[in-house]
């Protein structure tokens, strides 16, 4: 199903679910009173966003910490499966696929009767205000359920621990929040996201490179041109990163290296048609699994990304990296590496996405916010970094 769909859908029908379930509740908790339960199987659910579920992963640490015996689900869109496989504290991954309504309806139910036959105790549901998400934590049949909640964004009394979403404050510690509302701590601060990526995909990575005649002496430079279907107003110009890639092979001798999705190859190619030298790239777009674009970017010295979810994962692998935000804000998304350049025009009408307006773009394609940060500053900012090593 497209994004656009899947939002109306959730926002026309999940309402009247969610009324309708917070009535059956009402009833149910006066003639069935709530007892204490032991948890020893928790729920986790995340459908949309690589980079928010990277950013869950301390999230995840502190629930293992504060529950070390409880069986961790991760229920989540299919894509996601090869990430949560690198996230430790996840013992085993359930996934929706959402290809059209019927096989998203039908994996849906099984998805609920598999946990409730586990007997789930605890939910947290780590949407910002998706009804489908309540909804379906709700169905678990868990008595205990985590999430957001907020007066001017209903979506039903079915919460256990509502949690204030405060759009200030870094995803991270949003996140976090959830944990803290049932007595979890963070096990490490500042908090931090991790992953496990297993070595064999940087070696696997060298081998590409190698074949594709990439010199080794030269700095790895790897650039994502591609932002989120949620918001492709987060794009830098295509011209823009034309014109750095340029710069980087007639002036610095360096060959980028471009990556991208499958489904993001048509737009890779034309930001090289654009290009003087496109010859000069090497374009691994819709070439990569998970695991390669993981090892492509832990081998990377530096990585040149819109905010999407390459940067984050760019991020974990503590790789360099410089990021273009607009739509969205760095002060809930900036990376969390010590060596980063964050360019952001902060424009009066920037960032327009919020949680409020189901991060859809007011701007329709006219993104001011992004086509405000300029060429040459990004090229003295490489220069900057190629020449110190940081920014």
């Not at 090869?82 to 359930?94: K, Q």
């Not at 039908?106 to 409730?116: G, K, S």
């Not at 074949?211 to 011209?239: F, H, M, T, Y």
């Amino acid at each position: 199903m497209r994004l656009r769909r899947m939002i109306f859908i959730d926002q026309a029908v999940g309402t009247i679910l969610c009324t309708m379930l917070s009535l059956f509740h009402w009833f149910k908790r006066r003639l069935f009173p709530a007892r204490p339960r032991k948890v020893s199987s928790i729920a986790v659910l995340k459908f949309f966003g690589m980079g928010s579920i990277i950013l869950c992963t301390p999230l995840l640490d502190a629930i293992r910490k504060k529950y070390p015996d409880a069986r961790i689900y991760f229920i989540t869109f299919a894509i996601n499966e090869p990430l949560l496989r690198c996230a430790e504290p996840v013992d085993e991954i359930v996934t929706v696929r959402p290809d059209n309504f019927l096989t998203f309806a039908r994996d849906v139910i099984v998805r609920l009767l598999h946990l409730r036959r586990r007997g789930v105790d605890m939910v947290f549901d780590l949407e910002f205000f998706a009804r489908f998400s309540m909804i379906f934590s709700y169905l678990t049949g868990a008595p205990y359920r985590v999430g957001y909640y907020t007066k001017t964004f209903w979506r039903g009394n079915l919460l256990t621990h509502p949690t204030y979403f405060n759009a200030y404050k870094h995803i991270t510690e949003v996140f976090m929040a959830l944990g803290e509302s049932v007595g979890a701590e963070p096990v490490e601060l500042p908090l931090k996201p991790r992953l496990r990526i297993d070595p064999v995909h940087r070696e696997r990575i060298r081998s590409l490179l190698s074949q594709s005649g990439l010199d080794g002496d030269k700095p790895l430079i790897v650039v994502n041109v591609n932002a989120s279907d949620r918001c492709l107003e987060g794009r830098w110009p295509p011209d823009r990163f034309a014109g750095l890639m340029d710069h980087m092979v007639e002036e610095l001798a360096i060959r980028p290296v471009l990556t991208g999705a499958g489904e993001e190859e048509e737009y890779v190619q034309h930001v090289l048609s654009i290009m003087k030298n496109p010859e000069q790239t090497i374009s691994l777009a819709g070439k990569l699994d998970f695991y390669g674009l993981a090892g492509l970017l832990a081998e990377a010295h530096l990585v040149i990304t819109n905010d999407t979810g390459p940067l984050h994962l760019s991020a974990v692998m503590d790789t360099p990296v410089m990021a273009f935000y607009g739509p969205d804000t760095p002060v809930r998304y900036a990376p969390l590496v010590d060596n980063r350049k964050v360019f952001f025009a902060d424009l009066y009408c920037s960032p327009c996405l919020n949680v409020y307006n189901a991060k859809m773009s007011e701007c329709r394609g006219i993104n001011i916010c992004m086509k405000a940060i300029e060429l040459e500053e990004v090229k003295e900012a490489l220069r900057q970094f190629l020449a110190n090593g940081r920014f």
